[in-house]
């Protein structure tokens, strides 16, 4: 593909779907925080204990698992709404859930009401999160791969925006209505949760009048050939396949094997006594059931994007996927520390939450840009590449800054570049998500490998503190630095062999010569 000039790479922001973008973006970023973290807060202030806060964040498993439902989105049209097309008509019907229940929450009372704040609060997750997957899958959808990073970082602006005002904002808001730590008033809440649902309103009008994907007939029929029975049907063997498999191995794991190994117990009192191993029994044929042909065939939905993603890759498919498993690894072990690290070092909390909101936001929103518009004027795999490497060496940043205490100009430069790398690579990444995924199941191909991008990193982040225990911070950041060499190897092997399959197989002029 020929490189643009650096006025066409300009001109990717000028386009109208950039704007939307930019507020569905916002739209996506309000809901987020105002169910985890404002929603902490505020049934901190209303005396709930923390074991039942703590349960109550369990509502973010709706954005862990949105890609299990999301081939709905893809194959199925919403009655009476689907007449605004596949895309519009979900997200008219996640955001005005989102509103409605952004309002509902208000006027919950949690020291009266706790289990209907809750109730509605999941509501309003799963809503987000299915908002989330139809945006996803319009972003890809209207424009091409070259063009998804300035879209992707239009989009993370809006989102960081709408992030810092559901917080911090939105404590600002409580407390100019009245709630404090020490006087708690329950309509300075209901006024705020009011208030932000409304902020939803711009975005919805946005999805009423923006256009629906111009994608090929063809390809809407080929994504919507199943019916929405056998929709639903994929959907729940496939939530009983990922509740009953980790079930059956902890009941496996509780089962008192070793006293029938080695303390003479009879196999029947495992038979008949033992509820572990009989819970064991039950989980593994549920997943043999879900697994058999019946399970098979019922699972098709969701199996038919994961074959078309291998069919097309083939063997290079473990490449890219272990491409996307490890792209974010050095960033995300390293932020789970971040703030614990801030801490320790001695800087106050207002200077974290200064330098962090004011020059992280700016930097974040700055890299981002500057990946959307390099993307468009060299291409995405040399961009990827940069990003990579970034966001793994500004983690020795914060090795120079273990070794000189709370210095707080240190602090600014640490943060600004290290949010700069995050937006650069978040923007690179994104628009290289999107060019693997296949217009006929674009929901649910962005869902799965997006999850699959946060899924090793956010386990390894559990054992960040363990890293840190054992090797101190100034070894903690080179270990994490390190990280990213895998990734950097594996982009500059596919490199490789898209430049070969370039050389190989250069595109054919099919004008006519004079």
Same mark, same amino acid.
């Given at each position: 593909?020929? +490189? ?27 809901? /987020? ?16 204990? +923390?074991?039942?806060? =703590? /349960? ?11 890609? #299990? ?17 596949? @895309? ?15 309002? %509902? ?41 070259? +063009? ?12 960081? #925006? ?77 939530? #009983? ?5 980790? &079930? ?13 190994? *080695?303390? %003479? ?9 033992? @509820? ?35 069919? @097309? /890759? ?23 520390? &971040?703030? #614990? *690290? ?24 700055? =890299? ?36 000189? %205490? ?21 923007? &690179? ?35 960040? =503190? ?5 090797? =101190?911070?100034?070894? *903690? *950041? ?37």
């Amino acid at each position: 593909m020929p +490189r643009k000039t650096w006025r066409e790479a300009l001109a990717a922001y000028s386009s109208p779907s950039t704007l939307v973008l930019l507020l569905l973006g916002f739209a996506a970023g309000l809901p /987020y925080m105002l169910v985890f973290s404002t929603l902490s807060v505020w049934l901190r202030e209303a005396g709930v204990a +923390r074991e039942t806060i =703590g /349960y109550a964040s369990l509502i973010g498993l709706a954005y862990a698992f949105k890609w #299990v439902w999301s081939p709905l989105l893809d194959q199925w049209r919403l009655p009476l709404l689907g007449k605004l097309g596949r @895309r519009r008509s979900w997200l008219v019907l996640s955001q005005s859930l989102v509103i409605l229940g952004l309002i %509902g929450m208000g006027f919950c009372d949690p020291q009266k009401h706790l289990s209907w704040l809750i109730a509605i609060a999941v509501v309003v997750s799963f809503a987000s999160a299915t908002q989330d997957i139809a945006v996803d899958a319009y972003r890809l959808e209207i424009a091409e791969d070259n +063009r998804q990073a300035a879209l992707a970082a239009s989009y993370m602006s809006g989102y960081r #925006v709408a992030a810092l005002l559901a917080t911090a904002g939105a404590l600002f808001f409580a407390e100019g209505f009245g709630s404090t730590g020490f006087n708690y008033k329950h309509s300075a809440w209901t006024g705020t949760y009011v208030l932000f649902g409304l902020l939803m309103v711009p975005a919805l009008l946005t999805t009423l009048f923006m256009r629906e994907p111009p994608v090929p007939l063809r390809t809407q029929l080929s994504a919507g050939r199943y019916s929405f029975g056998h929709q639903l049907a994929s959907v729940f063997v496939l939530i #009983v396949l990922l509740v009953s498999v980790p &079930a059956m191995f902890t009941q496996l794991y509780n089962t008192d094997f070793a006293g029938v190994l *080695f303390e %003479g117990v009879s196999p029947m009192t495992l038979v008949l006594e033992d @509820r572990a191993f009989l819970r064991a029994i039950l989980y593994t044929l549920l997943t043999v059931l879900c697994l058999s042909t019946i399970g098979r065939r019922g699972l098709a939905p969701v199996l038919t994007p994961v074959n078309d993603f291998i069919l @097309r /890759y083939r063997w290079q498919a473990l490449l890219l996927l272990g491409l996307i498993a490890t792209y974010r690894m050095s960033d995300t072990v390293m932020g789970v520390m &971040a703030n #614990v *690290f801030y801490i320790d070092q001695g800087f106050t909390k207002d200077q974290i939450a200064g330098v962090s909101k004011i020059f992280g936001l700016i930097m974040t929103l700055v =890299g981002a840009g500057m990946g959307g518009l390099l993307i468009v004027r060299f291409g995405i795999l040399p961009i990827l590449l940069i990003g990579g490497a970034a966001s793994a060496s500004t983690n020795l940043l914060f090795m120079l800054l273990a070794d000189m %205490g709370p210095n707080l100009d240190m602090l600014i430069v640490t943060i600004s570049l290290d949010n700069f790398s995050s937006g650069l690579a978040t923007s &690179a990444f994104v628009a290289y998500l999107s060019s693997l995924t296949n217009l006929k199941f674009s929901a649910t191909q962005y869902a799965l490998l997006s999850s699959i991008m946060l899924l090793l990193p956010r386990l390894m982040g559990g054992y960040s =503190g363990v890293l840190v225990e054992k090797f =101190g911070y100034h070894n *903690f *950041f080179i270990i994490t630095a390190l990280m990213g060499i895998p990734t950097l190897l594996l982009i500059s092997l596919h490199w490789f062999q898209e430049s070969r399959r370039a050389r190989l197989n250069p595109p054919v002029n099919l004008e006519k010569t004079p």
